[in-house]
């Protein structure tokens, strides 16, 4: 008999319209695991309670699969994840996403750490831990730039510009409601091109991705 986690799980993916496979599966809750592991210990995320945590963290970020899918068209993505934590939805996407290359930032060192030690015990060669200010950074050259509650959308886009990859190069903010302020005070240089909401199974409460681009000059 499988347990809870695992039914919750495959049910939620299912939910989603997301096939991931069995080894795929097992990574996932192998790292939430971890997360809990280190908890113990560090402080990497408030939440502690395994089935909120499937839901709040490895579901939430799991919706996010399917957009991306679609925003790279077949194409591997290079894809940088600002503010990361615990590695969401970093972690979660190299789960999914095996053929993505994707760099995890983080300015705690505990978190930047957590995230390594995670891709040396899941196997996931193609994601990359990085102890670091964004903005200090080298440029990623970043198809995909995310971030998931790091700061405002302003601020997100201001600190992160120079990692776009030039050619093609996105913003994808993870927010709850959309936030029409913080999209009212990016500069008239950016394009918000699509808010798409999202539906977490079992999470009650909004979600919405915010895709925002270099608007096209004149």
Same mark, same amino acid.
């Given at each position: 008999m499988q347990p809870p986690e695992a039914l919750t799980l495959a049910s939620g993916l299912e939910r989603l319209g997301l096939a991931l496979d069995a080894d795929q599966q097992a990574r996932l809750l192998a790292y939430q695991d971890l997360i809990a592991k280190w908890n113990r210990v560090y402080n990497l995320t408030a939440v502690r309670d395994p089935a909120e945590m499937l839901t709040h963290h490895l579901l939430d970020s799991l919706s996010v699969v399917l957009p991306l899918r679609r925003h790279a068209a077949g194409r591997p993505l290079r894809l940088l994840d600002v503010g990361s934590g615990a590695g969401l939805p970093g972690v979660v996407l190299a789960i999914a996403e095996p053929q993505w290359h994707i760099s995890c930032?983080?300015?705690?060192? %505990? %978190?930047?750490? =957590?995230?390594q030690q995670a891709a040396a015990e899941l196997g996931l060669r193609q994601l990359r831990s990085e102890h670091a200010r964004v903005e200090e950074m080298p440029p990623a050259q970043a198809d995909v730039v995310t971030s998931r509650a790091f700061a405002s959308l302003s601020d997100f886009t201001r600190l992160t510009a120079k990692h776009l990859a030039p050619a093609g190069g996105t913003w994808m903010a993870m927010k709850g409601k959309p936030p029409t302020a913080e999209i009212a005070e990016l500069p008239a240089i950016l394009d918000v =091109?699509?808010?798409?909401?999202?539906?977490?199974?079992?999470?009650d409460a909004e979600r919405c991705l915010i895709w925002i681009r270099p608007r096209a000059a004149e």
């Open positions: 930032v983080d300015t705690v060192g %505990k %978190k930047a750490s =957590f995230i =091109f699509h808010v798409e909401p999202l539906q977490v199974p079992d999470l």
